[in-house]
């Protein structure tokens, strides 16, 4: 028996690799994060501000308070069952008016899981419109298998490798994620998707949360995750801890080694450990 999705909604997952909008946080309450995101933003050193865009769950109260939250938490059951782990999170923000934009890519290309079975929640902290370049996805193409991607590096992408899918896709079939404030959509990790820049007067902002089963491992090296729900009976990642209070100095410890090793991996063979996001 499903816990917040209809029979129809995961079955319309399964065949499209994608569903929205869900309501996961009340206009106030998307409101009140956005604020929080801007304020650290202006009070952090820069050295935190680069941090931010690793898991940055772990090292506030309120990043921590959304990746369990349960709106979200029952959906992601639904698809990938009771006992989630939190990979990552990361926020993918593009500013009013300007060049940045995200590929036509797989994210499972470089995350060195060992199973498909992984969903990303994308919770919209700002309103998510065409002209603010909300999110593209090409439904049906998470039936693929991995595809052969390119690495760009190219200034302006804001993925990692600048990687983008080496297979022509048909942007006529894309489908616009729009989402207002407080609203989710989900993901699967095959899904080919990418997003154009902001030509709006406002700040896009995106929480993307990424979900995987406890059963999931890492192929690459040692990893790091946050059990969010039900019970780990296969060890295969080093559990993390919720942080006790904003930017506590454990919080902060735990975090620099969980970061470290999720850029080593997503890194990897690049002998480049940058600034961008994932
Ligand atoms: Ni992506």
């Not at 899981?113 to 994308?122: H, I, R």
């Not at 899918?165 to 990418?194: I, N, Q, Y």
């Not at 969980?258 to 080593?264: K, V």
Request: hydrophobic letters at 40%; proline letters at 6%.
């Amino acid at each position: 028996m499903p816990k917040r999705l209809s029979d129809n909604d995961v079955e319309r997952y399964q065949r499209d690799g994608f569903l929205f909008p869900l309501r996961v946080l009340s206009q106030a309450e998307a409101a009140a994060s956005r604020d929080r995101l801007e304020r650290a933003d202006a009070d952090l050193s820069q050295a935190m501000k680069g941090a931010l865009r690793h898991k940055p769950h772990l090292l506030f109260t309120w990043l921590d308070a959304i990746v369990r939250h349960p709106a979200v938490l029952d959906a992601v059951e639904d698809l990938i069952g009771p006992d989630i782990l939190c990979w990552s999170s990361l926020f993918f923000t593009k500013a009013a008016n300007t060049p940045a934009f995200v590929s036509w890519h797989q994210d499972s290309t470089y995350w060195g899981l060992s199973s498909p079975d992984v969903v990303t929640a994308w919770v919209a902290l700002s309103p998510s419109t065409i002209e603010a370049g909300a999110m593209q996805v090409i439904p049906g193409t998470h039936k693929s298998d991995q595809i052969p991607h390119r690495e760009t590096f190219a200034p302006n992408n804001l993925l990692t490798r600048g990687q983008e899918v080496m297979v022509e896709v048909d942007a006529s079939k894309a489908v616009d994620v729009v989402l207002a404030p407080g609203e989710m959509s989900l993901h699967h990790v095959r899904l080919v998707h990418g997003s154009p820049p902001n030509r709006s007067n406002d700040r896009r902002i995106g929480y993307a949360i990424r979900y995987i089963p406890t059963h999931v491992h890492q192929l690459v090296g040692r990893d790091a995750a946050l059990l969010v729900r039900g019970a780990d009976r296969y060890g295969h990642f080093d559990l993390e801890r919720p942080p006790k209070a904003d930017l506590h100095p454990d919080a902060i410890e735990q975090h620099a080694a969980s970061a470290a090793l999720h850029a080593g991996i997503l890194y990897a063979g690049t002998g480049r450990q940058d600034q961008r996001s994932f």
